[in-house]
């Protein structure tokens, strides 16, 4: 058993989190360390990731979903719809008449993710921060391989393309639900599914890069080690005040503190000697290496 700020007892088991009243709002939150947090971010931003569209964003916009932030619970933020809450969360769903006063059995919400980095998906974290009683019963997930550059219409009306890689399962409130998915294939898009409806704080999609080697033959020459291209850390002596998978990260770094690796810089190359404590990292798998740089103290990875 845990309790809520105010003393409530709620079991670790239990779907819904208790009321909140005062104090930390993520004192009672339940927070997950499944193995494939580990792997990168699909879905991260700075890759490129978009939710391009959604049914219904009635109450919280879709574009939090992918907010690299930690959801932000203030209890005295109101709209004109009511809390303003951090994430996605749609209208209430009734039934089609007053003889059928709820949603049928198949009626759900959803919303569509541009893939930042297309690949193999190993897991999921549906995160439901601060939606205490108002989340889906449900979630799944299905997901899409498209080439080029296809309209929302067309993506969304190929009904062939898209296969469920999570099928309907049930979820917590105010909780990080990490979800395991047995897939191997390629993907760049998915469509997660609220049944009926309901908030979501955060979506996280780790798995494993896969870039389109046509693409790289394009390029001719790219940073082997951004993760954008198949690169990954694999080992780090210390990541205290942030990941050291921000070192391998597209771009410049915006902040010291957030997008870098205080105290260590950023490993530019793969290969050599360097000071300090760098990362570990796998370069990618598919062309000869030759060196580049070591930025410090802004890291990130311009991709070139």
Request: with cysteine.
């Amino acid at each position: 058993m845990t309790s809520s700020p105010a003393g409530h007892p709620v079991s670790a088991e239990s779907a819904y989190a208790a009321p909140y009243v005062s104090g930390d709002p993520y004192a009672d939150y339940r927070g997950s360390d499944a193995d494939f947090t580990r792997l990168t971010d699909l879905a991260d931003r700075r890759l490129g990731a978009g939710v391009v569209a959604a049914d219904d964003e009635f109450f919280a916009e879709r574009e939090n979903l992918l907010a690299r932030t930690p959801a932000v619970f203030d209890v005295h933020d109101y709209g004109h719809k009511g809390k303003v809450m951090d994430g996605w969360e749609t209208r209430r769903r009734r039934g089609s008449d007053a003889h059928h006063p709820f949603p049928a059995g198949d009626d759900h919400d959803w919303a569509l993710i541009r893939l930042g980095a297309p690949g193999v998906i190993r897991g999921i974290i549906v995160d439901t921060a601060h939606f205490r009683g108002n989340f889906p019963q449900q979630v799944s997930v299905e997901a899409a391989a498209f080439d080029g550059t296809p309209s929302v219409a067309e993506r969304l009306e190929n009904d062939g393309a898209w296969e469920v890689i999570l099928p309907r399962t049930p979820v917590r409130g105010h909780a990080a639900n990490a979800l395991t998915v047995d897939s191997d294939r390629r993907w760049t898009h998915l469509r997660i599914n609220q049944h009926p409806d309901g908030g979501i704080a955060r979506l996280r999609v780790h798995g494993e890069v896969v870039p389109d080697p046509a693409w790289l033959d394009l390029l001719g020459t790219f940073d082997v080690a951004c993760v954008a291209n198949d690169g990954s850390v694999t080992d780090a002596s210390d990541g205290f005040y942030s990941s050291p998978g921000n070192t391998i990260m597209p771009g410049l770094s915006q902040s010291r503190t957030t997008a870098g690796r205080p105290g260590a810089g950023a490993t530019r190359a793969t290969t050599g000697s360097s000071t300090g404590s760098p990362p570990r990292a796998r370069s990618a798998r598919w062309k000869s290496t030759r060196p580049i740089s070591r930025a410090t103290p802004q890291a990130g990875c311009p991709c070139r």
